[in-house]
């Protein structure tokens, strides 16, 4: 990382949010699996397992730091089609497979020769995480983060979201028997309100943007006893879900890793940590090293990493979001520096696109491979789209596009774009007239 932290936007009221840590000694053994503490990405300071997000000595954040054995490939095989398969490389127990959660993952990869053929690449291949439990890639964050909040002993199972988030912490809850609240901007849309308020009595809706969503869930967690929230103080173990979505791609490639990944851009966290997947497997010899390359997909009205890469800064100056890819609307995302690091080390790039052309990416998406994307998807087709156009992208290179979440959940960003050819009186002579053939 070139910037320094003191360059950083940082909030600072997020800092002193640590829940009560567990006495030394409290943890069940083996209760993070082979994950031996938490690093600061920043100083490389070692924290102790346990709530802590921000690092003591700098501010800087908290990641999983661990001490792997040997794994193979034959032992991830031989595991549960679900991400519990790569057990030994999350901070989860050993036994979480006999834990009453949800089981998302092993998604399918779809090669898609038809959007390929449309966009003029040689071979592309879709990562559909539409098919999770609550129909998006957070049902593997929150699997991993609801482990490490019944270690701690949390009592109340919470998020700040953007919307799918809030979806998959109130069904993991419900189904785990965990108290859950889940918050989420006033202005979302009411199919994503649905879809959190049938798993919970406790939704929450703020009237304001996901930052000041998120801003409040930090108060909270420091003011209230026992709340584990996914994304704020059990952050570190969080993130690491979504590595799954690498190791997936990487597995069901034939482990080896693909050229080029097209991803979603909110917090940055899903971006980073296929990154970290990559380069863990490869250190790990289950993956023959190889350069490949990482670029961000964001809408232009919430495209702060996008403006950051293009502008050639290492900070990443806070927007107001106004799109209508409401999943990504982070206007202030914790990760984009690393995102930013990560796209450019790797030779990729961050594009944004107008919210016309995540309607068209959605609409393409849906006519070439018959998988029905939400904005978030719509958003990485049509970034994809673009930096083929914009020759960012190598065609002759082998890409994986991740498509992260279901059109049924934003069903009014195309209702006005699509619909009947024709209504038509029953009888032949009214259908023949429609020159439908
Ligand atoms: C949250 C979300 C993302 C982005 O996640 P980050 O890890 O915060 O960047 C992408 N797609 C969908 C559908 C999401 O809900
Ligand atoms: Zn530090």
Redesign the pocket.
């Known amino acids: 990382m070139s910037a320094s932290l003191a360059e950083r936007p940082v909030c600072p009221d997020v800092l002193d949010a640590d829940v009560t840590a567990p006495a030394p000694g409290a943890l069940r053994p083996g209760a993070f699996g082979n994950a031996v503490g938490l690093s600061c990405r920043e100083c490389g300071h070692l924290e102790q397992l346990g709530p802590h997000y921000a690092c003591p000595e700098c501010f800087g954040p908290l990641e999983v730091a661990y001490e792997f054995p040997a794994i193979t490939r034959e032992q991830i095989e031989a595991g549960p089609r679900n991400i519990w398969r790569y057990q030994a490389l999350l901070p989860v127990p050993t036994d979480i497979t006999e834990s009453p959660n949800t089981e998302p993952g092993f998604t399918r990869l779809l090669r898609a020769d038809n959007l390929a053929a449309a966009l003029g690449l040689a071979r592309l291949w879709v990562k559909d995480d539409s098919t999770n439990p609550t129909h998006?890639?957070?049902d593997r964050v929150v699997a991993c983060a609801l482990s490490a909040a019944r270690e701690l002993g949390a009592t109340t199972f919470a998020c700040p979201s953007?919307?799918?988030?809030a979806n998959a912490v109130a069904a993991a809850g419900a189904r785990a028997g965990i108290k859950t609240v889940v918050f989420i901007p006033s202005n979302l849309e009411h199919p994503k309100q649905v879809n959190s308020a049938v798993y919970t009595e406790q939704l929450v809706a703020v009237n304001g943007t996901y930052d000041d969503v998120n801003r409040l869930a930090s108060e909270i967690a420091g003011e209230e006893e026992g709340w584990a929230f996914v994304n704020v103080n059990v952050r570190p173990f969080y993130a690491e879900g979504?590595k799954t979505l690498g190791y997936e791609i990487a597995e069901q490639l034939g482990w080896r890793l693909p050229d080029q990944v097209v991803i979603?851009?909110?917090?940055?966290?899903?971006?980073t940590k296929v990154d970290k997947a990559f380069q863990e497997l490869i250190a790990l010899g289950l993956v023959e090293a190889k350069p490949y390359r990482i670029f961000g997909a964001q809408a232009t009205g919430c495209s702060p990493v996008s403006a950051a890469f293009k502008d050639g800064h290492d900070v990443v100056r806070p927007v107001k979001p106004d799109t209508i890819a409401k999943?990504?609307a982070?206007g202030n995302p914790a990760d984009g520096p690393y995102v930013l690091d990560i796209c450019r080390r790797t030779g990729g790039a961050v594009e944004d696109i107008t919210d016309e052309e995540v309607r068209e990416g959605i609409i393409l998406l849906a006519r070439t491979e018959g998988i029905f994307t939400?904005t978030?998807g719509g958003t990485t087709v049509g970034v994809l789209k673009k930096l083929v156009e914009t020759g960012q992208l190598d065609t002759e290179l082998e890409t994986v596009v991740i498509n992260?979440?279901m059109g049924l959940k934003t069903l009014d960003a195309v209702s006005d774009r699509v619909g009947p050819a024709a209504v038509i009186e029953p009888s032949y002579a009214a259908f023949a007239a429609t020159g439908i053939s």
Do not use: D, H, R, Y
């Open positions: 998006s890639f957070k953007t919307g799918n988030l979504s979603p851009v909110a917090s940055g966290s899903q971006l999943s990504l982070i939400e978030a992260t979440g």
